[in-house]
Protein backbone atom coordinates (compact mmCIF):
# COMPACT_ATOMS: atom_id res chain seq x y z
CA UNK A 1 0.00 0.00 0.00
CA UNK A 2 3.00 2.64 0.84
CA UNK A 3 4.85 1.68 -1.86
CA UNK A 4 1.68 2.28 -4.31
CA UNK A 5 1.80 5.85 -2.96
CA UNK A 6 5.24 6.32 -3.21
CA UNK A 7 4.54 5.15 -6.97
CA UNK A 8 1.71 7.35 -7.81
CA UNK A 9 3.46 11.03 -6.06
CA UNK A 10 6.65 10.08 -8.00
CA UNK A 11 4.95 9.83 -11.04
CA UNK A 12 3.07 12.95 -10.10
CA UNK A 13 5.88 14.86 -9.56
CA UNK A 14 7.62 13.61 -12.81
CA UNK A 15 4.30 14.92 -14.89
CA UNK A 16 5.16 18.84 -13.62
CA UNK A 17 8.59 18.72 -13.74
CA UNK A 18 8.35 17.60 -17.34
CA UNK A 19 6.92 20.77 -19.36
CA UNK A 20 9.22 23.01 -17.30
CA UNK A 21 12.18 21.04 -18.21
CA UNK A 22 11.30 20.69 -21.78
CA UNK A 23 10.36 24.60 -22.18
CA UNK A 24 13.78 25.68 -20.69
CA UNK A 25 15.13 23.18 -22.94
CA UNK A 26 13.51 24.47 -26.09
CA UNK A 27 13.97 28.28 -24.99
CA UNK A 28 18.11 27.34 -24.02
CA UNK A 29 18.28 25.25 -27.29
CA UNK A 30 17.99 27.78 -29.29
CA UNK A 31 20.61 29.80 -27.67
CA UNK A 32 23.05 27.54 -26.96
CA UNK A 33 23.13 25.14 -29.65
CA UNK A 34 26.53 23.87 -29.49
CA UNK A 35 26.63 22.77 -25.80
CA UNK A 36 22.91 20.98 -25.26
CA UNK A 37 23.78 18.41 -22.34
CA UNK A 38 25.13 20.89 -20.12
CA UNK A 39 22.06 22.90 -19.54
CA UNK A 40 20.58 19.29 -19.03
CA UNK A 41 22.22 18.30 -16.56
CA UNK A 42 21.88 21.37 -14.50
CA UNK A 43 18.53 21.70 -14.11
CA UNK A 44 17.97 17.72 -12.89
CA UNK A 45 19.75 18.24 -10.20
CA UNK A 46 17.78 20.56 -8.13
CA UNK A 47 14.87 18.29 -8.78
CA UNK A 48 16.39 15.60 -7.80
CA UNK A 49 18.08 17.35 -4.25
CA UNK A 50 14.51 18.46 -3.54
CA UNK A 51 12.68 15.16 -4.06
CA UNK A 52 15.19 13.48 -1.55
CA UNK A 53 14.47 16.35 0.85
CA UNK A 54 10.64 15.85 0.43
CA UNK A 55 10.28 12.29 0.10
CA UNK A 56 12.62 10.63 1.92
CA UNK A 57 11.41 11.12 5.22
CA UNK A 58 8.22 9.53 4.13
CA UNK A 59 10.14 6.56 1.69
CA UNK A 60 12.22 6.14 5.13
CA UNK A 61 8.93 6.02 7.14
CA UNK A 62 7.14 3.68 4.93
CA UNK A 63 10.14 1.40 3.97
CA UNK A 64 11.42 0.79 7.63
CA UNK A 65 10.29 -2.73 9.57
CA UNK A 66 7.59 -2.16 12.22
CA UNK A 67 8.96 -0.70 16.14
CA UNK A 68 9.47 -4.08 18.24
CA UNK A 69 6.96 -4.20 21.24
CA UNK A 70 8.27 -3.41 24.95
CA UNK A 71 8.40 -6.08 27.14
CA UNK A 72 4.67 -5.86 29.20
CA UNK A 73 4.46 -6.80 32.97
CA UNK A 74 2.98 -10.34 32.23
CA UNK A 75 5.85 -11.09 30.16
CA UNK A 76 8.59 -9.99 32.03
CA UNK A 77 8.45 -12.86 34.72
CA UNK A 78 8.69 -15.58 31.80
CA UNK A 79 11.41 -13.52 30.39
CA UNK A 80 13.15 -13.83 34.16
CA UNK A 81 12.93 -17.47 33.93
CA UNK A 82 14.20 -17.99 30.28
CA UNK A 83 17.32 -16.19 31.92
CA UNK A 84 17.50 -18.39 34.93
CA UNK A 85 17.38 -21.47 32.44
CA UNK A 86 19.73 -20.18 29.88
CA UNK A 87 23.15 -19.95 31.76
CA UNK A 88 26.37 -20.50 30.78
CA UNK A 89 27.99 -24.39 31.09
CA UNK A 90 30.59 -23.00 34.43
CA UNK A 91 27.56 -21.91 36.27
CA UNK A 92 26.00 -24.90 36.03
CA UNK A 93 29.17 -27.14 37.06
CA UNK A 94 29.43 -24.29 39.92
CA UNK A 95 25.79 -24.34 41.42
CA UNK A 96 23.60 -27.49 40.46
CA UNK A 97 22.70 -29.59 43.04
CA UNK A 98 22.32 -33.38 42.68
CA UNK A 99 18.11 -34.10 41.47
CA UNK A 100 16.70 -35.32 44.84
CA UNK A 101 14.79 -38.71 43.52
CA UNK A 102 11.39 -39.51 45.48
CA UNK A 103 11.41 -42.21 48.29
CA UNK A 104 9.77 -45.08 47.31
CA UNK A 105 6.42 -45.79 48.44
CA UNK A 106 5.79 -47.74 51.23
CA UNK A 107 3.33 -50.35 51.05
CA UNK A 108 0.34 -51.11 52.85
CA UNK A 109 1.39 -53.78 55.76
CA UNK A 110 1.27 -57.09 56.04
CA UNK A 111 -0.24 -57.13 59.81
CA UNK A 112 0.04 -60.14 61.46
CA UNK A 113 -1.72 -60.89 65.13
CA UNK A 114 0.35 -62.56 67.62
CA UNK A 115 4.28 -63.12 67.89
CA UNK A 116 4.40 -67.04 67.96
CA UNK A 117 5.54 -69.41 65.35
CA UNK A 118 2.76 -69.19 63.19
CA UNK A 119 3.24 -65.56 62.67
CA UNK A 120 7.22 -66.15 62.49
CA UNK A 121 6.48 -68.77 59.61
CA UNK A 122 4.39 -66.59 57.88
CA UNK A 123 6.21 -63.69 58.02
CA UNK A 124 8.76 -65.86 56.17
CA UNK A 125 7.13 -67.13 54.06
CA UNK A 126 5.20 -63.38 52.69
CA UNK A 127 9.37 -62.59 52.43
CA UNK A 128 10.44 -64.87 50.39
CA UNK A 129 7.32 -64.16 47.85
CA UNK A 130 8.17 -60.00 48.02
CA UNK A 131 10.80 -59.05 49.77
CA UNK A 132 10.20 -55.89 49.61
CA UNK A 133 6.78 -56.18 51.63
CA UNK A 134 5.92 -54.19 54.80
CA UNK A 135 5.32 -57.01 57.08
CA UNK A 136 4.36 -56.24 61.18
CA UNK A 137 3.98 -58.86 63.88
CA UNK A 138 2.36 -57.43 66.86
CA UNK A 139 2.80 -59.23 69.92
CA UNK A 140 2.44 -58.65 73.77
CA UNK A 141 5.52 -60.78 74.89
CA UNK A 142 8.48 -59.01 75.71
CA UNK A 143 10.48 -61.35 73.50
CA UNK A 144 10.96 -61.97 69.50
CA UNK A 145 9.09 -65.02 68.19
CA UNK A 146 10.46 -68.05 69.44
CA UNK A 147 9.30 -72.03 69.05
CA UNK A 148 7.41 -73.57 72.24
CA UNK A 149 8.49 -77.48 72.12
CA UNK A 150 12.42 -77.03 73.65
CA UNK A 151 10.71 -75.30 76.79
CA UNK A 152 9.06 -78.81 77.16
CA UNK A 153 12.04 -80.60 76.11
CA UNK A 154 15.19 -80.10 74.83
CA UNK A 155 16.21 -77.39 77.36
CA UNK A 156 15.86 -79.59 80.03
CA UNK A 157 18.76 -81.88 78.67
CA UNK A 158 21.16 -79.02 78.71
CA UNK A 159 23.79 -79.31 81.02
CA UNK A 160 24.75 -75.60 80.93
CA UNK A 161 23.41 -73.74 84.12
CA UNK A 162 22.91 -70.89 82.46
CA UNK A 163 19.84 -72.56 80.08
CA UNK A 164 17.06 -70.37 81.82
CA UNK A 165 19.01 -67.38 80.48
CA UNK A 166 20.53 -68.41 77.21
CA UNK A 167 17.67 -70.21 75.74
CA UNK A 168 20.20 -72.63 73.67
CA UNK A 169 19.75 -76.09 73.69
CA UNK A 170 21.12 -78.88 71.79
CA UNK A 171 18.86 -81.10 68.78
CA UNK A 172 18.92 -84.56 69.36
CA UNK A 173 21.51 -84.70 66.74
CA UNK A 174 23.92 -82.58 68.78
CA UNK A 175 23.96 -79.41 66.72
CA UNK A 176 23.13 -76.06 69.24
CA UNK A 177 19.78 -73.54 68.57
CA UNK A 178 18.46 -71.29 69.83
CA UNK A 179 14.78 -71.74 71.07
CA UNK A 180 14.24 -68.05 69.69
CA UNK A 181 14.27 -68.07 65.67
CA UNK A 182 16.22 -64.58 65.60
CA UNK A 183 17.47 -62.15 67.59
CA UNK A 184 15.78 -58.70 68.38
CA UNK A 185 18.42 -57.33 66.30
CA UNK A 186 17.43 -58.70 63.54
CA UNK A 187 13.88 -57.34 63.53
CA UNK A 188 13.05 -53.55 63.21
CA UNK A 189 11.31 -52.75 66.69
CA UNK A 190 8.57 -50.21 66.63
CA UNK A 191 6.82 -48.39 69.10
CA UNK A 192 3.33 -47.72 67.73
CA UNK A 193 1.39 -47.71 65.09
CA UNK A 194 3.30 -44.97 63.59
CA UNK A 195 6.12 -47.31 62.44
CA UNK A 196 3.87 -49.13 60.18
CA UNK A 197 4.62 -46.67 57.60
CA UNK A 198 8.65 -46.78 58.17
CA UNK A 199 10.97 -48.13 55.49
CA UNK A 200 12.89 -50.97 56.18
CA UNK A 201 13.18 -54.27 54.65
CA UNK A 202 13.10 -55.82 57.93
CA UNK A 203 10.32 -57.96 59.18
CA UNK A 204 8.70 -55.18 61.95
CA UNK A 205 8.04 -55.73 65.68
CA UNK A 206 5.87 -53.90 67.70
CA UNK A 207 5.10 -55.25 71.61
CA UNK A 208 1.56 -53.86 72.15
CA UNK A 209 -1.63 -56.47 72.28
CA UNK A 210 -4.37 -55.82 69.72
CA UNK A 211 -7.41 -55.17 70.83
CA UNK A 212 -9.82 -54.90 67.82
CA UNK A 213 -9.73 -55.93 64.28
CA UNK A 214 -12.28 -53.82 61.95
CA UNK A 215 -12.82 -56.19 58.57
CA UNK A 216 -14.67 -53.44 56.88
CA UNK A 217 -12.32 -50.89 57.26
CA UNK A 218 -8.98 -53.02 56.91
CA UNK A 219 -8.23 -51.66 60.75
CA UNK A 220 -6.45 -53.01 63.91
CA UNK A 221 -6.29 -51.06 67.03
CA UNK A 222 -3.89 -51.49 69.59
CA UNK A 223 -4.02 -50.99 73.82
CA UNK A 224 -3.27 -47.44 73.28
CA UNK A 225 -5.77 -46.60 70.81
CA UNK A 226 -3.72 -46.15 67.75
CA UNK A 227 -4.68 -47.99 64.50
CA UNK A 228 -2.90 -49.86 62.25
CA UNK A 229 -4.54 -49.99 57.99
CA UNK A 230 -3.20 -53.41 56.53
CA UNK A 231 -3.09 -54.62 53.24
CA UNK A 232 -4.30 -58.27 54.53
CA UNK A 233 -4.25 -59.36 58.27
CA UNK A 234 -3.30 -62.63 59.54
CA UNK A 235 -4.94 -63.92 62.94
CA UNK A 236 -2.33 -65.64 64.66
CA UNK A 237 -3.40 -65.02 68.79
CA UNK A 238 -3.02 -69.15 69.85
CA UNK A 239 -4.43 -69.81 73.16
CA UNK A 240 -4.09 -69.47 76.96
CA UNK A 241 -3.38 -72.34 78.85
CA UNK A 242 -6.90 -74.26 80.25
CA UNK A 243 -7.27 -74.78 84.12
CA UNK A 244 -8.29 -77.14 86.01
CA UNK A 245 -12.22 -76.53 87.26
CA UNK A 246 -10.89 -76.38 90.94
CA UNK A 247 -7.79 -75.16 90.13
CA UNK A 248 -7.45 -72.19 92.73
CA UNK A 249 -5.52 -68.58 91.51
CA UNK A 250 -4.38 -67.59 95.11
CA UNK A 251 -1.56 -70.24 95.36
CA UNK A 252 1.58 -69.33 93.67
CA UNK A 253 3.06 -73.25 92.85
CA UNK A 254 0.48 -74.27 90.90
CA UNK A 255 1.25 -72.82 87.41
CA UNK A 256 0.26 -73.32 83.89
CA UNK A 257 3.51 -73.89 81.20
CA UNK A 258 3.39 -72.13 77.96
CA UNK A 259 5.71 -68.90 77.60
CA UNK A 260 9.30 -68.74 78.10
CA UNK A 261 8.86 -66.82 81.50
CA UNK A 262 6.68 -69.98 82.18
CA UNK A 263 10.29 -71.73 81.59
CA UNK A 264 12.46 -69.96 83.08
CA UNK A 265 10.23 -69.70 86.59
CA UNK A 266 9.87 -73.85 86.65
CA UNK A 267 13.54 -74.02 85.71
CA UNK A 268 14.67 -72.25 88.68
CA UNK A 269 12.36 -74.66 90.97
CA UNK A 270 13.03 -77.34 89.48
CA UNK A 271 16.32 -78.14 91.41
CA UNK A 272 17.74 -79.63 95.04
CA UNK A 273 15.61 -82.45 95.40
CA UNK A 274 11.96 -80.71 94.58
CA UNK A 275 8.76 -82.84 94.06
CA UNK A 276 7.02 -81.89 91.05
CA UNK A 277 3.63 -83.03 89.93
CA UNK A 278 2.52 -82.84 86.14
CA UNK A 279 -1.36 -82.60 85.38
CA UNK A 280 -2.38 -83.63 82.47
CA UNK A 281 -1.31 -86.66 79.83
CA UNK A 282 -1.48 -85.13 76.14
CA UNK A 283 1.34 -84.16 73.90
CA UNK A 284 2.65 -81.07 76.65
CA UNK A 285 2.13 -82.98 79.93
CA UNK A 286 3.55 -86.43 78.72
CA UNK A 287 6.49 -83.64 76.88
CA UNK A 288 7.25 -82.45 80.15
CA UNK A 289 7.51 -85.78 82.55
CA UNK A 290 9.76 -87.34 80.66
CA UNK A 291 12.11 -84.10 80.52
CA UNK A 292 11.76 -83.40 84.22
CA UNK A 293 12.48 -87.11 84.39
CA UNK A 294 16.22 -86.29 82.98
CA UNK A 295 16.74 -83.34 85.09
CA UNK A 296 16.06 -85.96 87.94
CA UNK A 297 19.04 -87.82 86.97
CA UNK A 298 21.23 -85.07 88.29
CA UNK A 299 19.42 -82.43 90.59
CA UNK A 300 17.61 -85.28 92.58
CA UNK A 301 13.61 -84.58 91.48
CA UNK A 302 10.70 -86.45 92.16
CA UNK A 303 8.32 -86.34 89.24
CA UNK A 304 4.63 -87.28 89.37
CA UNK A 305 2.23 -87.39 86.26
CA UNK A 306 -1.20 -87.38 87.09
CA UNK A 307 -4.20 -87.86 84.27
CA UNK A 308 -7.91 -89.62 84.28
CA UNK A 309 -7.25 -91.64 81.49
CA UNK A 310 -6.07 -95.00 81.20
CA UNK A 311 -2.52 -93.94 79.58
CA UNK A 312 0.23 -91.26 77.80
CA UNK A 313 -1.13 -90.23 74.72
CA UNK A 314 -4.27 -91.73 75.50
CA UNK A 315 -6.25 -89.77 73.06
CA UNK A 316 -4.48 -90.29 69.96
CA UNK A 317 -2.64 -93.71 70.73
CA UNK A 318 -4.51 -96.67 70.44
CA UNK A 319 -4.91 -98.61 73.69
CA UNK A 320 -1.87 -101.06 73.08
CA UNK A 321 0.21 -98.36 72.22
CA UNK A 322 -1.39 -96.13 74.92
CA UNK A 323 -0.24 -98.92 77.32
CA UNK A 324 3.39 -99.30 76.17
CA UNK A 325 4.46 -95.88 76.00
CA UNK A 326 3.35 -95.37 79.18
CA UNK A 327 5.29 -98.39 80.69
CA UNK A 328 8.12 -96.54 78.80
CA UNK A 329 7.48 -93.35 80.32
CA UNK A 330 7.63 -95.10 84.09
CA UNK A 331 11.01 -96.62 83.03
CA UNK A 332 12.63 -93.06 82.60
CA UNK A 333 11.46 -92.75 86.18
CA UNK A 334 8.72 -91.09 86.31
CA UNK A 335 5.30 -91.72 88.68
CA UNK A 336 2.63 -91.95 85.89
CA UNK A 337 -1.04 -92.04 88.15
CA UNK A 338 -2.98 -93.37 85.42
CA UNK A 339 -6.87 -93.26 85.95
CA UNK A 340 -6.89 -90.44 88.55
CA UNK A 341 -8.73 -87.13 88.25
CA UNK A 342 -7.45 -84.45 90.93
CA UNK A 343 -10.86 -83.70 93.35
CA UNK A 344 -9.37 -80.30 94.93
CA UNK A 345 -6.31 -78.76 95.26
CA UNK A 346 -5.18 -76.98 98.42
CA UNK A 347 -1.80 -75.14 100.00
CA UNK A 348 -0.30 -76.40 103.66
CA UNK A 349 2.64 -75.24 104.76
CA UNK A 350 4.02 -74.22 101.57
CA UNK A 351 3.05 -77.54 100.01
CA UNK A 352 0.63 -78.68 97.70
CA UNK A 353 -1.91 -81.05 98.39
CA UNK A 354 -3.63 -82.97 95.36
CA UNK A 355 -6.69 -84.91 96.46
CA UNK A 356 -7.19 -87.61 93.77
CA UNK A 357 -10.84 -89.50 92.94
CA UNK A 358 -9.11 -93.12 94.35
CA UNK A 359 -8.69 -91.14 97.83
CA UNK A 360 -5.13 -90.89 97.19
CA UNK A 361 -3.46 -87.69 98.45
CA UNK A 362 -0.62 -86.54 96.57
CA UNK A 363 1.51 -83.90 98.71
CA UNK A 364 4.08 -81.94 96.40
CA UNK A 365 6.45 -78.79 96.00
CA UNK A 366 4.96 -77.68 92.30
CA UNK A 367 2.19 -78.45 90.90
CA UNK A 368 2.23 -77.41 86.59
CA UNK A 369 -1.44 -77.49 85.11
CA UNK A 370 -0.68 -79.36 81.46
CA UNK A 371 -4.30 -79.85 79.89
CA UNK A 372 -4.49 -77.68 76.97
CA UNK A 373 -5.35 -74.59 75.59
CA UNK A 374 -8.44 -72.72 75.13
CA UNK A 375 -8.08 -71.18 71.56
CA UNK A 376 -7.92 -67.07 71.81
CA UNK A 377 -10.81 -65.71 69.40
CA UNK A 378 -12.06 -62.76 71.07
CA UNK A 379 -11.09 -60.64 68.82
CA UNK A 380 -12.17 -62.53 66.03
CA UNK A 381 -15.44 -62.98 67.75
CA UNK A 382 -15.88 -58.98 68.18
CA UNK A 383 -14.65 -58.83 64.80
CA UNK A 384 -17.48 -60.33 63.47
CA UNK A 385 -15.87 -63.43 62.47
CA UNK A 386 -17.38 -67.00 62.42
CA UNK A 387 -16.23 -69.32 65.55
CA UNK A 388 -16.70 -72.81 65.34
CA UNK A 389 -18.19 -73.45 68.76
CA UNK A 390 -17.77 -77.14 68.46
CA UNK A 391 -14.13 -76.92 68.51
CA UNK A 392 -13.53 -73.07 69.69
CA UNK A 393 -10.96 -71.71 66.82
CA UNK A 394 -11.77 -69.08 63.95
CA UNK A 395 -13.56 -70.80 60.90
CA UNK A 396 -11.51 -70.71 57.62
CA UNK A 397 -12.01 -72.35 54.23
CA UNK A 398 -8.76 -74.32 52.56
CA UNK A 399 -6.49 -71.72 51.93
CA UNK A 400 -7.08 -70.53 56.02
CA UNK A 401 -8.83 -67.56 54.59
CA UNK A 402 -12.10 -66.06 57.12
CA UNK A 403 -13.16 -63.17 55.47
CA UNK A 404 -11.70 -61.09 52.64
CA UNK A 405 -8.02 -60.31 52.98
CA UNK A 406 -8.60 -61.53 56.88
CA UNK A 407 -6.42 -65.20 57.51
CA UNK A 408 -5.89 -67.52 60.48
CA UNK A 409 -3.58 -69.76 61.62
CA UNK A 410 -1.98 -71.81 64.36
CA UNK A 411 -3.67 -73.55 67.62
CA UNK A 412 -6.70 -70.78 66.87
CA UNK A 413 -7.62 -72.02 63.50
CA UNK A 414 -10.78 -74.40 62.93
CA UNK A 415 -9.41 -75.31 59.31
CA UNK A 416 -11.37 -77.36 56.42
CA UNK A 417 -9.49 -80.29 55.10
CA UNK A 418 -9.97 -81.30 51.95
CA UNK A 419 -10.38 -85.14 52.61
CA UNK A 420 -11.11 -85.41 56.43
CA UNK A 421 -13.55 -82.06 56.75
CA UNK A 422 -13.41 -79.31 59.34
CA UNK A 423 -10.75 -79.49 62.17
CA UNK A 424 -8.86 -77.75 65.08
CA UNK A 425 -5.08 -79.11 66.05
CA UNK A 426 -2.88 -77.82 69.09
CA UNK A 427 0.96 -78.39 67.44
CA UNK A 428 3.84 -77.07 67.08
CA UNK A 429 4.15 -78.51 63.66
CA UNK A 430 0.53 -77.22 62.92
CA UNK A 431 1.43 -74.17 63.98
CA UNK A 432 4.28 -73.99 61.50
CA UNK A 433 2.66 -75.68 58.25
CA UNK A 434 -0.33 -73.56 58.49
CA UNK A 435 1.62 -70.35 59.37
CA UNK A 436 3.74 -70.60 56.17
CA UNK A 437 1.12 -71.80 54.17
CA UNK A 438 -1.02 -68.78 55.13
CA UNK A 439 2.06 -66.42 54.39
CA UNK A 440 1.80 -67.62 50.46
CA UNK A 441 -1.63 -67.59 50.26
CA UNK A 442 -1.35 -63.83 51.68
CA UNK A 443 0.77 -62.76 48.92
CA UNK A 444 -1.29 -65.02 45.91
CA UNK A 445 -1.01 -68.96 46.08
CA UNK A 446 -4.43 -70.15 46.86
CA UNK A 447 -3.39 -73.29 47.85
CA UNK A 448 -5.00 -75.73 50.43
CA UNK A 449 -3.57 -76.74 53.43
CA UNK A 450 -3.04 -80.14 54.36
CA UNK A 451 -1.77 -80.58 57.98
CA UNK A 452 1.33 -83.12 58.84
CA UNK A 453 2.46 -83.37 62.45
CA UNK A 454 5.35 -84.40 64.21
CA UNK A 455 6.20 -84.99 67.89
CA UNK A 456 8.57 -87.23 70.13
CA UNK A 457 8.91 -87.77 73.60
CA UNK A 458 12.66 -87.34 74.38
CA UNK A 459 15.66 -88.73 71.95
CA UNK A 460 13.92 -92.62 72.32
CA UNK A 461 10.69 -92.64 71.31
CA UNK A 462 9.60 -90.09 67.77
CA UNK A 463 6.31 -90.50 66.34
CA UNK A 464 5.01 -88.14 63.78
CA UNK A 465 1.25 -88.25 62.44
CA UNK A 466 -0.43 -87.48 59.07
CA UNK A 467 -4.06 -86.63 59.34
CA UNK A 468 -7.03 -87.86 61.48
CA UNK A 469 -5.11 -89.90 64.45
CA UNK A 470 -8.37 -90.23 66.84
CA UNK A 471 -8.20 -93.22 69.76
CA UNK A 472 -11.76 -93.27 68.51
CA UNK A 473 -11.53 -94.31 65.24
CA UNK A 474 -10.50 -98.16 64.35
CA UNK A 475 -6.78 -98.98 63.58
CA UNK A 476 -4.58 -101.30 61.42
CA UNK A 477 -1.02 -101.82 62.86
CA UNK A 478 2.01 -103.45 61.93
CA UNK A 479 5.24 -103.41 63.41
CA UNK A 480 8.73 -104.21 63.36
CA UNK A 481 11.90 -104.70 65.43
CA UNK A 482 13.36 -101.62 65.83
CA UNK A 483 17.39 -100.89 65.54
CA UNK A 484 19.25 -97.97 67.01
CA UNK A 485 18.81 -96.19 64.10
CA UNK A 486 15.22 -95.87 64.59
CA UNK A 487 15.08 -92.79 67.34
CA UNK A 488 14.15 -88.95 66.94
CA UNK A 489 18.35 -88.54 67.04
CA UNK A 490 18.85 -90.54 63.99
CA UNK A 491 15.28 -89.70 62.28
CA UNK A 492 16.34 -85.80 62.32
CA UNK A 493 18.93 -86.06 59.99
CA UNK A 494 16.56 -87.91 57.49
CA UNK A 495 13.53 -85.23 57.72
CA UNK A 496 15.16 -82.26 55.57
CA UNK A 497 11.88 -80.67 55.14
CA UNK A 498 11.23 -81.63 58.57
CA UNK A 499 8.13 -79.19 60.21
CA UNK A 500 10.63 -78.74 63.00
CA UNK A 501 12.76 -76.92 60.67
CA UNK A 502 10.69 -75.37 57.99
CA UNK A 503 9.73 -72.29 60.52
CA UNK A 504 13.45 -71.45 60.67
CA UNK A 505 14.20 -71.11 57.32
CA UNK A 506 17.47 -69.39 56.58
CA UNK A 507 18.06 -69.37 60.44
CA UNK A 508 21.54 -70.35 61.15
CA UNK A 509 22.25 -72.59 64.04
CA UNK A 510 23.40 -70.87 67.17
CA UNK A 511 27.03 -72.38 66.58
CA UNK A 512 29.00 -73.54 63.19
CA UNK A 513 30.20 -76.44 63.97
CA UNK A 514 32.45 -77.78 60.76
CA UNK A 515 31.95 -81.44 61.71
CA UNK A 516 28.39 -81.31 62.50
CA UNK A 517 25.51 -80.03 59.87
CA UNK A 518 21.95 -80.42 60.09
CA UNK A 519 21.82 -81.92 57.07
CA UNK A 520 24.41 -84.53 57.74
CA UNK A 521 23.84 -88.02 57.50
CA UNK A 522 23.82 -89.10 61.48
CA UNK A 523 25.76 -91.78 62.83
CA UNK A 524 24.08 -95.11 64.23
CA UNK A 525 24.25 -95.23 67.83
CA UNK A 526 27.06 -97.58 69.30
CA UNK A 527 25.23 -98.48 72.63
CA UNK A 528 22.59 -101.03 73.21
CA UNK A 529 19.69 -101.06 71.53
CA UNK A 530 16.82 -100.17 74.19
CA UNK A 531 14.00 -101.59 71.89
CA UNK A 532 15.92 -105.11 71.76
CA UNK A 533 13.05 -106.60 73.61
CA UNK A 534 10.46 -104.56 72.66
CA UNK A 535 7.10 -105.53 71.09
CA UNK A 536 6.16 -102.34 69.74
CA UNK A 537 9.85 -101.35 68.41
CA UNK A 538 8.64 -99.35 64.85
CA UNK A 539 5.37 -99.71 62.92
CA UNK A 540 2.60 -97.93 61.40
CA UNK A 541 -0.93 -97.34 62.91
CA UNK A 542 -3.42 -97.02 60.44
CA UNK A 543 -6.73 -95.05 61.20
CA UNK A 544 -9.82 -96.40 59.64
CA UNK A 545 -13.21 -94.20 59.00
CA UNK A 546 -15.89 -95.93 57.33
CA UNK A 547 -13.19 -98.27 55.80
CA UNK A 548 -11.35 -95.51 54.45
CA UNK A 549 -7.54 -94.50 55.72
CA UNK A 550 -7.94 -91.11 57.26
CA UNK A 551 -5.07 -90.78 59.18
CA UNK A 552 -1.67 -92.45 60.00
CA UNK A 553 0.95 -92.84 62.82
CA UNK A 554 4.44 -93.16 61.86
CA UNK A 555 5.90 -94.79 65.06
CA UNK A 556 9.58 -94.38 64.77
CA UNK A 557 9.52 -94.63 60.94
CA UNK A 558 11.21 -91.23 59.46
CA UNK A 559 11.60 -89.60 56.26
CA UNK A 560 8.07 -91.18 55.07
CA UNK A 561 5.58 -88.54 55.99
CA UNK A 562 5.17 -87.21 51.97
CA UNK A 563 4.37 -91.11 51.33
CA UNK A 564 1.60 -90.76 54.21
CA UNK A 565 0.11 -87.82 53.09
CA UNK A 566 -0.02 -89.35 49.67
CA UNK A 567 -1.33 -91.99 51.02
CA UNK A 568 -4.68 -89.87 52.74
CA UNK A 569 -4.87 -87.55 49.77
CA UNK A 570 -5.52 -90.64 47.88
CA UNK A 571 -8.16 -92.07 49.21
CA UNK A 572 -6.87 -95.41 50.17
CA UNK A 573 -9.07 -98.08 52.14
CA UNK A 574 -8.48 -100.23 54.77
CA UNK A 575 -8.14 -103.40 51.73
CA UNK A 576 -5.80 -101.91 49.98
CA UNK A 577 -2.74 -101.88 53.45
CA UNK A 578 -1.01 -104.42 52.25
CA UNK A 579 -0.09 -103.39 48.79
CA UNK A 580 1.03 -99.74 50.58
CA UNK A 581 3.32 -101.40 52.93
CA UNK A 582 6.33 -101.32 50.49
CA UNK A 583 6.33 -97.73 50.56
CA UNK A 584 7.53 -97.36 53.97
CA UNK A 585 10.26 -100.24 54.12
CA UNK A 586 9.38 -100.97 57.93
CA UNK A 587 11.14 -104.70 57.70
CA UNK A 588 14.48 -103.85 55.72
CA UNK A 589 17.03 -102.76 58.32
CA UNK A 590 18.82 -100.57 56.07
CA UNK A 591 15.71 -98.45 55.18
CA UNK A 592 16.87 -95.32 57.29
Given at each position: ???????????????????KA?S???A????????P?Q????????????????F??????????????????????H??N???V????????E????VS????????????????T??????????????E?N??????????????????????????????E????????????N????????YQV?????G???QT????????K????????????????????????????????K?????P????N????R??????K????A????????????F????????????????????????P?????AN??P????????S????????????????S???N??????????N???T?D??????G?E???DIA?E??L?I??????????????A?????????????????????????????V????????????A??P????????????V?Y????L???QL????V?????????P?????????????????????????P??S?Q???????????????KF??????????????G?????V?G???????????????????G?LK??????????
Amino acid sequence: MSMNLLRVSAARSARRAIPKARSVAIARSYATHAHPAQPEAASNTPWFLGSLLVFGPILFKLTSPPPKKKKTAEEQPHMENVKQVTVSNDTVAEDSTPVSVPEPKIQKPYVLIGAGTASFAAAQAIKEKDPEANVIIIGDEQYAPYMRPPLSKELWFSEDPEVGETLLFKDWQGNERNTIYKELSEYQVIADASGSDLQTNKIKLLFKKATKLNVEDHTVTLEDGSVIYYNKVLLATGGSPKLLPNQPKDIANVTTFRTVDDFKKLNKIAKAGAHIAVVGGGFLGSELAVALAKRAEKEGLTVTQIFPEEGNMANVFPSYLTKWTTSRVRKLGVDVKTNSAIQSITSNEGKVVLELGNNENVTVDHVVVAVGIEPSVDIAREAGLEIDEKRAGVVVNAELEARSDVFAAGDMVSFHDVQLGRRRIEHHDHAVLSGRHAGENMVGAAKPYHHQSMSDLGPEVGYEAVGLVDSQLSTVSVWAKATTKDTPAMGAGLEAASPRGAAAAGVAPATADPDASAQDTPKPSTGKNIFEDEKFGKGLVFYVRDKKIVGLLLFNVFGKVQEARDIINAGYTSEQIDGLLKKFNLHDEDSH
